[in-house]
């Protein structure tokens, strides 16, 4: 009876592989993105961009209703029974509520742009950039549908593609865009363009994954549609509390600051953001596996897992967040121009809350893997009101603590609040106790790390900024390794535990 399940935990490894490869690829694209648009438009440009598409990233929430997750939940169960019309049936209904709701919202958006450009974004820049994301919001639609359908059908290689062919089309559109002159619509009708060719382009895959849609009658059934609504329930209260923390920082600095200071609050978190692609990869197969531990009732195992998890993923996660800390303002020079450098204490503060906030990642995926997702949708919850009240609070403050930086302060308190209570709940559930002796060690290499940064930067004043940085770092990153393995965070034992458990996976 395990074969089966080792197999399937196999499938997902290497599903998972290809997902994180694209994933990166496309995230790298989009970080490309970023930088374009920093160096061609203007700072208060680039922030008004920023600041109006966040408000339809935060819109996108009363149209997704969380049916996007239920009809993925249960594609697979109708796979299964060959009862293809329920599965038409539900991608139908699902596409229509949402379109529906899409349409309500570009409506609104599109007509009374002109009044939310002046009270929302107290600038009247942001009326066309409106418009056209007004219209992307509808074609957004389309490509929301197939990623649901690729993924209830499993078909991984095609929901890989996905992100990676919208943000090359981005990125495409803007460099030929941009010869031309720069404008604030450009990026706009970039995003605009891609949802366009996406529309088209996955037509095709939809017909591979779903190849007899057009011949079956679909059944839309009233009680598939209630389970669908419950279902869809909780889950939309999960993601209502992720988008209160990944975008009111964003929409609270564009209504009650300048557009400037968004531009630097949306170049710095973007930056801070690759501390989560290490977690985020971890968590997509971290998901099934504690899954298949959980169901197996092998919960001593999952707990030593998630020790060996815990200080490992610490140990190469932080002195990623302390190499930023340490350059901040090299970090936003080289990669966004001078006038960006300001953001520097932003990032070093984005950057403990990110390190906070990918492993209560780790913790997120396993609490949702043994069954539980609403302990984690609790703390997250938790930690959005955190968020709203702090940036009330922090955000219109003048001074030194108030603005971009208010709004960092805001969000490391409240992915504190998310790790110290997931943390609290996945010890309960699965008898795992948080390696404080390991994360101590860690931070007293980490701190050794700091100091030899520090010692050879001052006897390194002859180079220029970047040959500095890369030996400093290179020189304090040898000390912080050699000082885990002296503290036996990293255990030669242990790596080759997970050598061999690769290798002979691989070879089952």
Partial sequence: MAKPNLRYTNRAVKGTALFFIMSLLAGFLGYLVRLVLARELSKAEYGIFYGVFTLFAFLSLFRDMGLGPALTKYLPEFEVKKRMDLAKGAIIFTFAAQFILAVIISSVTFFWAEQIAFSFFHNSLAMLPLKLLSMMFLLIQFEKIYSFI??????????????????????????????????????????????????????????????????????IDYKLMRKMAFFSMPVMLGLFGSMVLTYTDTLMLSYLRTAEDVALYQVAMPTTKLLLYFSGALGIVLLPLSSELWARRLREKLAKGMDMLYRYSFAFIFPLALALICFPGLALTVLFGKQYAEAALALQLLAVGTFLFSISTINSNVLAGIGKPSENSRYIIIGAVSNVVMNAILIPMPGRFGG?????????????????????????????????????????????????????????????????????????GIVYLLLLFAFRVIRIDEIKYLLGAVISRKRG
């Fill in 150 to 219: 690729f993924t209830g059908f499993q078909k991984i290689r095609y929901i890989s593609m996905i992100e990676f062919t919208r943000m090359i089309c981005v990125l495409t559109f803007i460099v030929i865009a941009f010869k031309f002159g720069a404008a604030l619509w450009i990026p706009a009708a970039g995003y605009l363009f891609a949802y366009g060719f996406e529309t088209v382009f996955f037509y095709p895959f939809f017909r591979r994954a779903f190849p007899s849609f057009w011949k079956v009658s679909a059944l």
């Fill in 404 to 476: 971009v930086v208010g709004a960092s302060i805001a969000t490391v308190i409240s992915y504190a609040l998310i790790l110290g209570g997931t943390s609290v709940s996945l010890g309960k559930a699965v008898k795992v106790n948080v390696p404080w002796g390991g994360w101590l060690k860690t931070c007293a290499a980490g701190a050794a790390f700091v100091l030899v940064v520090f010692l050879v930067k001052s006897r390194l004043s002859m180079f220029s900024d970047i040959p500095e940085a890369v030996m400093t770092a290179a020189a304090g």
